[in-house]
C-alpha cells in the first residue's frame, strides 16, 4: 500500500483523481480568536492511496490527524468541549476498469476543511498532517505565521 497526502486551499475528488486550488503550499497565517488561541483558514487534504492487487476491494480505514511539532494533537473549535482533529473514514480501493489481474488500485480521498475549524494555541508553530491507510503512512507539514498586525489609523 502508498499513501500520498497533499494540502490545497480547496479542492474536490474526481474519481480516483483530484482537482484541487493552490496544491503544495507550506505555511499559512493564523487567524486571532477571542478566547486567545488561534485558528486556521480553510484547507483541504487529498489523499491519494495506492493499494496492491491482494487488498482491492475489502474494507480499509483512512486515519488523519492534525498534530503540532511536539506531537499533540489540535482540537476542534467547538465552543464547549474538547474535541480532537482526528478524522476516521472507511474506504474500499476498486480495481482499475479493464485493467488485468494483478494492477494495483486507486482511490483519492479530498476532506475540506472550512476556515474556523481547528483550535490552535499558538502561531509560529509547525503543524503536521499524520495519514494512515492500513500499515501505510505519511505525513504533511505546514508553517503557521502569526497573524500580522494592521496599523490603526487615527484616535
Same mark, same amino acid.
Given at each position: 500500500? @502508498? ?5 490545497a486551499d480547496?479542492g474536490r ?5 483530484? /482537482? ?33 492487487? %491482494?487488498?482491492?476491494? =475489502? ?8 498534530? %503540532? ?30 485493467a488485468p /489481474? ?9 476532506? %475540506? ?10 502561531? =509560529? @508553530?509547525?503543524?503536521?498532517?499524520? +495519514? ?5 503512512? %505519511?505525513? +504533511? ?10 496599523? @490603526?489609523?487615527?484616535?
Amino acid at each position: 500500500m @502508498k499513501i500520498r497526502a497533499i494540502l490545497a486551499d480547496t479542492g474536490r475528488a474526481a474519481g480516483a483523481a483530484a /482537482n484541487l486550488l493552490n496544491a503544495g503550499w507550506t505555511n499559512t497565517t493564523a487567524i486571532p480568536l477571542p478566547q486567545g488561541a488561534f485558528t486556521l483558514p480553510q484547507q483541504t487534504l487529498a489523499v491519494f492511496v495506492e493499494a496492491p492487487w %491482494d487488498q482491492l476491494n =475489502r474494507p480499509l480505514r483512512l486515519i488523519l490527524e492534525l498534530k %503540532d511539532d511536539d506531537d499533540k494533537i489540535v482540537e476542534l473549535n467547538a465552543p464547549q468541549s474538547s474535541v480532537p482533529a482526528r478524522v476516521e473514514h472507511p474506504l474500499i480501493v476498486a480495481p482499475v476498469p479493464n485493467a488485468p /489481474n494483478g494492477v494495483p488500485g486507486m482511490a483519492t480521498v479530498v476532506a %475540506d476543511f472550512g476556515g474556523g475549524t481547528f483550535r490552535i494555541p499558538s502561531a =509560529r @508553530k509547525r503543524y503536521i498532517w499524520h +495519514v494512515n491507510v492500513g500499515d501505510a503512512t %505519511d505525513e +504533511v507539514g505546514f508553517w503557521v505565521d502569526a497573524p500580522v498586525e494592521m496599523p @490603526k489609523l487615527g484616535i
